[in-house]
């Protein structure tokens, strides 16, 4: 009999019981604070409760129910467990059209026509062809990838940055920290699509804004750790930067009073760029819950060492 714990400090994932047992119903699933999580060999976590790790000595596989293992695996100690997480064609789908409508937003300057509009201010704003927008894009993994192999048959030119070198056709690639600020310079609308590591934390800050070309605009879609807010801000109010589109922030919901709500310039979307579906999430979880019983190589196994 395999025990699954549904692990969050900050969501109600009783959902998943249904779902997990109508693929298999052998499973004996529970959900935290119920204290029998601690006994489970599975854990199925998003914002997992601190320290929770430590105290399941049964546990097996640490599970993502989403793309990103952030907050799975802060200040938690994994030991040596496979860790892994969702991969999905139908969540790169989600992201590409979030992503396009934020490059529309700026290139087609539909900011400027609903600045324009608050005002009851009736003026056509300049176009550019999309060729001469340039859109870069930081990680092009399983998201960025989907959205790297799209927007240059919109006719974008697009430039992409990632850890290691890489080749995708259409793409003008760069990579580590050398190429990080010739891909800046020719960047217009820079598009955050990293994972969350020691090493992307706070990128997105007064240095990278400053390397962009008078004029760009950021979208994060990554984490909301990637952004120093108040670097944001200042570069919103010099006017260097033209616009921000954010979807994910380090408190989730943005508390109310957050000065990110009210910056001019600023679209906030409550991390709703992309979801797979439950059912989707299930059958990865339970698909890998059975190749770990039968000794079989787990699939989208985070890589410790990178972190991602
Ligand atoms: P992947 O792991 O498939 O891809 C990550 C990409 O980032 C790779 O190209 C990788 O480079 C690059 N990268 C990682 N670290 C660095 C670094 N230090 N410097 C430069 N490039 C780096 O991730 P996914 O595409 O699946 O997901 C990305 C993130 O998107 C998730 O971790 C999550 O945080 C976020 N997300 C947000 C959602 C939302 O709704 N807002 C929904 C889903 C995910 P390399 O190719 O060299 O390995
Ligand atoms: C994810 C997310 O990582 O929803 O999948 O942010």
Redesign the pocket.
Known sequence: MTRVALLSHSANLAYFQPLLNELDPTLRITTWPDQACLEADIAVCWNSPPGIYAKMPQLRLIHSI???V?NVLAGQDARDLPVCRV?DPM?AQG?LQYVLWAVLHFHRKLDVAMANQRQAMWKRPPQQAAKDFRVGL????????LIGATLPTLGYTVNG????P?ELPGVRMF??ADGYEAFLGQTDLLVC?????D??RGILDRRTFAALPPGAAVVN???GEHLVVDDLIAALQSGHLRGAVL??FTQEPLATDHPLWRTPGVVVTP?????AASATVAAQIVANIHRLRDGQALVNQVDME?G?
């Not at 930081?138 to 990838?145: K, Q, Y």
């Not at 940055?161 to 290691?164: E, G, K, L, P, V």
């Not at 699509?193 to 590591?197: K, Q, S």
Request: aromatic share 4%; glycine share 18%; charged share 15%.
């Open positions: 989403a793309a990103g952030d991969v969540l992201m930081m990680g092009l993994g399983e998201l960025g990838g940055w990632s850890r290691s890489r990579s580590g699509l990293l994972p969350l590591t090493s992307t879609c990554g984490r979807d994910v991390h709703m760029a992309t979801m990178r991602y």
